[in-house]
C-alpha cells in the first residue's frame, strides 16, 4: 500500500496583486486557517485537531529572498490542493499562470479549486475571461468544480471551498452553518 503524502500546506492561493483579487485572497487566507469544524462533525468522523492546518499565501509566507521563484515552487509541490482566485485581472497574469502550470504538471487537476469573483470562465471575449490560460486549456478536455461566489453567495462559496479541501460532504457542512 501507497503511503499517503503529507503536506506542508493544505492549500496554496494563487492570485494576481492587484485590489480584488488580493483582498479576496487575503479574506479566504484568514477565513481558512481561522476555520474549525464543528464539534459534532469532529466527532461524527473522528477527526481530532484542526482540519485546515495551513494555507500559503506569499504576502505571508515567503521569506525575505531575492529569488521568489524557489520559494513558491517549493510551496507548490508541497500543497495539497491549489486554489486559484479567477478574474479577468488574474486571467492576464504570467504568475497565476505559471504556478497553475507548475502545479498541474505535478498533481491531479482534481486539486485544482477555481475560486471566480469576477468575469466568465471560458468567455469568447478576453476582457471578460477569468481563466487563466493554462486552466482554459484543461477546461477543454476535462471539466473543473469552480466556486463562483456571485452565483453560490459569499457564505456558501466558502463552506464550498472548506468542504474540498477537508473532503466533507458540503450538504454536511452547509446544514451546520445553517444552523
Given at each position: 500500500m501507497?503511503?499517503?503524502k503529507e503536506y506542508k500546506y493544505d492549500a496554496f492561493i494563487s492570485y494576481r496583486h492587484c485590489d480584488l483579487d488580493k483582498f479576496v485572497a487575503e479574506n479566504l487566507h484568514k477565513i481558512l486557517e481561522s476555520y474549525e469544524l464543528p464539534k459534532n462533525i469532529k466527532e461524527?468522523?473522528?477527526i481530532e485537531g484542526?482540519?485546515?492546518k495551513r494555507v500559503f499565501r506569499d504576502q505571508d509566507e515567503l521569506p525575505l529572498s531575492s529569488n521568489?521563484?524557489?520559494p513558491i515552487v517549493d510551496a507548490l509541490h508541497n500543497t495539497k490542493y491549489l486554489i486559484v482566485i479567477c478574474s479577468p485581472n488574474s486571467a492576464k497574469s504570467e504568475w497565476v499562470n505559471k504556478e497553475l502550470e507548475y502545479f498541474i504538471r505535478n498533481r491531479d487537476i482534481s486539486y485544482v479549486i477555481p475560486f471566480i469573483v469576477d468575469g466568465t470562465p471560458n468567455a469568447e471575449d478576453s476582457q471578460i475571461d477569468c481563466f487563466p490560460l493554462a486552466m482554459r486549456n484543461i477546461s477543454k478536455e476535462k471539466e473543473l468544480l469552480g466556486i463562483n461566489i456571485?452565483?453560490?453567495?459569499k457564505e456558501s462559496a466558502?463552506?464550498?471551498t472548506?468542504?474540498?479541501?477537508?473532503?466533507?460532504?458540503y450538504d454536511m457542512l452547509w446544514?451546520?452553518?445553517n444552523r
Open positions: 501507497e503511503k499517503k461524527q468522523l473522528g484542526r482540519s485546515i521568489l521563484e524557489d456571485h452565483e453560490s453567495g466558502l463552506v464550498k472548506i468542504s474540498r479541501l477537508t473532503n466533507i460532504s446544514q451546520r452553518y
